[in-house]
């Protein structure tokens, strides 16, 4: 039965789960054994598996990702963590060169069941090195899939179906959810995980406008539409979940109906996830449906700063969400 | 227990046709590009096929190895069927990669060939993830990671060399110094000049072998492959040899004379010289060698002429390939 | 006064005259010297300009971007290459961590000058390693500028702009352009390109339809344009240029006009620059000017396959430009 | 001729002073951050001032530096102005970076220092551009690169080790080994086991300095910094040292035990040790010792009083802020 958690400790009990369920699955990260990882999400599994299976690395993060994939390509499957999503930079031939294209490059002569976890976004103070929101970089690499996992049950339920999947799996976590709270029902069985890669979820139903985000910005999203809805604004709101692959035709079907369009991500606007939802909406036929410009409200477009204001002036916040609506009815 | 021993009669005699296979299996492919049959460029290994077979000769069945961006002598040395490469290479369906990967992308993982790589260093820490693999399930298998002078010079080699150590994987750093990445020689890109002399940075052994004595590799490689099987650790090997060609199709070899690579190509000459000591010592008779050469020949003439006949590369079912 | 010349030969003497002119400027990269780059670009500029200044490096694509950062703010200008685009994924600390953010981090105590060239694309069937579009990435990324020229001119101009700019640029050059010929004019001095960055440019006006690209799919764009002008359909060709900054005006200025944008890029479709555009167009006004749903016409969603018939399955070919313009005016 | 020299008395007195400067910043920002004055985290040098005393001492007017997460040390080693860094982590537009930065990203350009960097080994192949430029300009001038222990195991270490050696860049590679990377200790994650045992594979001397001794490893940084101006190449300098606080505010200290940080603060304490020696040689009477320590502590109070009068850094022009 359901209990309340938090957002990392979901992420630990379904690492917990795999470890015990799946002997081929091992963990590999920088600070994740006895110091517990960074964000403390690995906290006690170094004493419950063993050093075997709960693997300290040194501070090499292409090695990292380069041992998951040679160990998921020699049947194991790694879930590995990327410190902070920032040093992924360093692992970005192993990832796209490597993991993405393996497969389809041999002639499908083999899989690269990987899965690489780290921890994205800004609200931290750590500044523009240690804030980044990078999910646009591997939604656009064939190969790869990349889910942000938004609520406490799909943080446990995403990473479940993450590992069920014979190809590489990004999984991006933010730092800031990590501390939220929310029911989780822990799975007994991976198997059991009801999600499925590639499937946005409406979380709240409407008929004015559709509001599409992930991660953070889906929370953002919905505190947006609980004052949209004390204004008589009824707001749709789409958690994307996964942005590769990208579950447009739940948002064209939302379009359809309410006829605005308003997407959200904490990255920089200029050739982000938002630009793919706004294209995939209006070269299909939702494009008729749209009673006025599709709108989008991302990031500021500079690196993250260190100061409180700045951090904040270059997130969006959901007063920012709420004003792009209300134009949006305007317009 | 080694696959071939070329200090034993039977074993010389396999150990040198293979030999010959690598080198007529990329002559032949050479005639293919020139009479425009092929796409793309593609990196021959003539004249280091001593690395290759005196390496993947010292393996165990089971015993895995990734390869490089010149991995033609490594991939037939492993056992990959040569009509199988030919057809890949001649974009052929049947092909090991279906058409999808050509010269630079040649694995063949049912016999433990996890591929061969275009980036340069990129299959090392895939190399270390693998030896990972064989430590965790106790598979006693041994993964040999060929790379280059060159790639020795990249990062990935650094942090796959120091992960190999601190873990004590069983893996072999094969390193094939043909003395040359690309345009560069090693003396201008490698501080402190040495390959192996980097092995102690990571705590572990680095050997020297004479890349282009089948024996001396293969003996080297064998003390490594049973330090890593033993639980010991990795072991980096560095063996000396030569490139005869150009790095690829479009080089003009403007960074090396005529002289050196004739000295090489006549003086030390990996197939005659393995063919001149396995005579002299009785492990072979001239015929033997005759019959190694005609087999070797005949066996890729009618690699070739199998793969012509095979079906073309199709680009119907590509839509959703890139995802298993 | 004008020449002919290939697109090769034109960004040779766009280095020959930086080298020159400014002597802060310096090469980089790997087989620039005696070998001359893997497509001969460089060819005799080591026996013109010596050692110091063409320094052939080794296989350290992560030291080649960060030595170009550290030259750069130390008051040189490195123009370093990077042999194959599909590298410099072992050079994204250096260029999207510390070139890209050094600016901003510092308070703009520092200014990062530096180049990168490479090139990119497909159709030499080097396979899934050695031909990708990687623009997307950088053109994601706030700090760096991201050029790619289409035409002799441009491969000239654009790079002369790029060494001028106190930014971090980017100019991905394509493989297959190289052997392209074209007027050249060789400008006299750095300050006489007329190249801006950021600044899209017509290369072909028309009524019906606006075509936007840039690179190889420039080119085909203006081959697509020519067939459809037998048909009568006349086809507006733009050529961005610049992928970051966008110049979303010159495109939203054509739309107004002809009511119906067609976007290619060799590059995979999914979060590509392609839905940067159709984002950019559909948030502003000119979507009230759209005629019919936007079109998108890019490389197979696939890393990039060796055989010849497969390679071409991938890359856009001007005739599905073609059919893709007559659908739109269909529709 | 080196900046300060504690060899002599005015030397040693400023060197004591420029260490109790560190110490008693690091101390006022901890009771900042816990009165909740400070955003995010931060990273401590505590217990390793004599590491960048004991360099930056030892370089000249000019010379260059890079620094790490944990730089504030180096920072003010290098003559930043304590109350611009103050300004910075408390958010105010006069500091360093306008309060963009934050602790772990302070560049002081104007006095040579190239950027504290939030990346491990971030700062390693720009610490090698830079010296590519002293080395074309003919400037004389020296580029010190600070890492620590666990940045070695990055491949971009590799990767501009090798490049200095190979083009003998005027560089000196500062190793400050606390002997911990986060959680990970030495032994751990570096196999070999020694990071100036490196430095034989670049081609490069490697010194060993003990790190909580400012004269040992002024006199070693001062011998690299000699052999890089006279054209002679990079040098590998290791300073053995250790960090008394957690690795950053999260840190529950779980992998080392409360007697081996008991055992350096007490036993090896570089500013005690210092401060002995000093008088002892008769460098410094104990009220030179005094009027350091109080310089230092009003030094430290004047500029968080001083940063706090600062105007708040502003949002207003961040738009364009991306682009020089
Ligand atoms: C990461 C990367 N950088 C550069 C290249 C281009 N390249 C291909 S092979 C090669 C030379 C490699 O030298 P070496 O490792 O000695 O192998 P060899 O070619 O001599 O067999 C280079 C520079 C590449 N494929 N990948
Ligand atoms: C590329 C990268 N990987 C990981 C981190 C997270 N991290 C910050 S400091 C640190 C430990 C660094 O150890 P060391 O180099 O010894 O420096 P120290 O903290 O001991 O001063 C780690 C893992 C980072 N900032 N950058
Ligand atoms: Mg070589
Ligand atoms: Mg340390």
Redesign the interface.
Known sequence: MPETSTYAKAVAAALRLLLEKDERV?LAG??I????G???VTDGLLGEFGA?RI?????????I????????????R?VVEMQFS??I??A???I???A??????????????MVIRAPGGGG???????SQSLE??F?????L?VVLPATVQDAHDLLLAAVLD??PVIVLEHKLLYKSEGELEVRSRIEDTPARLGEAKVLRPGTDLTMVGYSMMTIRSLEAAEVLAEEGISAEVIDLRS??P?DISTVRNSVRKTGRLLVTHE??G???????V???V????A??Y?L?????VCG????M??????????IPQSEQLVDAARELMKA | MPRRDPTTPTGARSVLESMWTIRRFEEGLEELFTRGLLHGTMHLSIGQEAVAEGTCAALEDGDLITSTHRGHGHTLAHGADPMLMMAELLMKDTGYCRGRGGSMHIADVARGNLGANGIVAGSMTIAAGAALTQKLTGSGAVVVCFFGDGAANEGSFHEALNLSGVWDLPVVWLCENNQYGMSMSQDQSTAGGSVSGRASAYGMPGLVADGNDVTDVWSKVAEAADRARSGAGPTLVEAITYRYRGHSKSDRNLYRTADEIEDWRNLRDPLARFEGQAVEAGLLQPSDVDAAREAAKAAIRDAIAEAYRQPDATAHDLEEAAYA
Do not use: C
Not at chain 1, 124 to 130: L, Y
Not at chain 1, 270 to 276: D, I, K, N, S
């Open positions: 091992f920088e600070d054994g006895v110091y517990g960074a964000f403390g075997d693997r300290d690395t040194p501070i090499s993060e292409d090695a990702a380069g041992l998951a994939v040679g160990a998921s390509i020699t049947g194991l790694p920032d040093f930079v360093n970005m031939d192993a796209v060169n490597q993405a294209k393996l497969h389809f490059m041999y002639g499908g002569n083999v899989e690269v069941p931290t103070g750590a500044a523009a090195q240690h646009a970089w939604a656009h690499v064939p190969g899939k014979p190809n942005v590769r990208l990255a920089p200029p050739v982000g996830v938002a630009a793919e706004l294209a995939g209006v070269e299909s036929d494009f008729d749209l006025a410009p599709a709108r989008r500021l477009d500079v690196p700063p260190y100061a409180r204001d700045l951090e904040r002036a270059v």
